[in-house]
């Protein structure tokens, strides 16, 4: 892929998380406030497997 083609398809996905962002800043925040809880989740499976793995 060339490097105008990914310096556009990144300015489009900026834009366009801006555009929810600023559109729908309830759904946003409850969207972000899921993904961040699913990485709490995973990042807690992966202790709790190397816990139990080593002790």
Known sequence: M????KK????GVVAL???????QPH???DFVHRVLGW???GAEAIVTFFRTLFS
């Open 2 to 5: 060339s490097s105008g083609v």
């Open 8 to 11: 556009i398809l990144i300015v």
């Open 17 to 23: 998380v801006l555009f929810f962002l600023i559109t």
């Open 27 to 29: 759904q946003s925040a």
């Open 39 to 41: 990485l709490k989740d």
